[in-house]
């Protein structure tokens, strides 16, 4: 059978696609090399706890707590270093627009535990979270989710060099075919790329379709109509 033109390239990118895929794998399992010389890479930005806070008799606690929700982040940008280092307290940086028109993806955030995480706390230390009200909202679907209740002005910024002392380094043949793919999908991906902005159907809805199939199977119910049903929210 002759395959047209697109079904070609489709087949061509479920190609180059697993093979990326593999290449990579095989990169992230390999064991990291040591440097010769390590290199400055950007800088980490992580949340701390300001010096008279750690002079707290239950600062443990809170030291516990808190570094369970802290995130880090990284950046490259000069910009949003030396904004920092002008004023490294975490909530001016919180309202300052500025900075998260430079890019706030790049900045560390409090992230909200889950009930497991939460239960696994001593009580001195669960008494610093508080249940989220928004993903309350959503609970029987994901599951409770739990926030750090602590003053934002406990919290200051600050800022490391992200030093890289050791690579994954592949052959240069596997590293030029990694280049190679990667452009390749570059372009294929705008042409057979999902596109995740459409709706899809909600857990409930298709508990019912499933219901309906095994069913159909059994004889049941004579005719079964299978249909895409957009999700609802309600915000």
């Avoid at 199939?213 to 005719?223: A, C, L, N, S, V």
Wanted: with cysteine; aromatic share 14%; glycine share 2%.
């Amino acid at each position: 059978m002759k395959l047209d033109k697109q079904e070609r390239r489709y087949k061509d990118f479920i190609l180059c696609r697993d093979r990326f895929w593999e290449i990579r794998d095989y990169r992230r399992n390999m064991p990291a090399v040591p440097l010769k010389e390590p290199y400055q890479r950007g800088w980490i930005i992580y949340l701390d706890l300001r010096e008279d806070i750690k002079r707290r008799k239950d600062y443990p606690s809170i030291r516990k707590a808190f570094d369970l929700a802290a995130v880090e982040a990284r950046t490259r940008d000069v910009r949003i270093i030396k904004r920092l280092r002008s004023n490294r307290s975490y909530l001016p940086i919180c309202r300052d627009v500025s900075i998260k028109k430079l890019g706030f993806y790049q900045f560390p955030q409090l992230s909200k535990i889950r009930k497991s995480e939460y239960e696994n706390l001593l009580p001195s230390e669960r008494k610093w979270y508080e249940l989220a009200s928004f993903e309350e909202k959503w609970a029987s679907f994901r599951g409770s989710y739990y926030q750090l209740n602590i003053p934002l002005y406990w919290i200051e910024v600050k800022v490391k060099p992200n030093i890289i002392t050791h690579t994954y380094a592949l052959n240069s043949a596997l590293e030029k075919e990694l280049a190679e793919l990667r452009k390749k999908l570059d372009i294929y991906w705008k042409e057979f790329g999902h596109n995740y902005s459409t709706s899809y159907p909600a857990y409930k809805d298709r508990t019912i379709m499933r219901d309906k199939i095994q069913k159909f199977k059994t004889g049941e119910i004579e005719d079964i109509i299978i249909e895409k049903i957009p999700k609802e929210y309600d915000y």
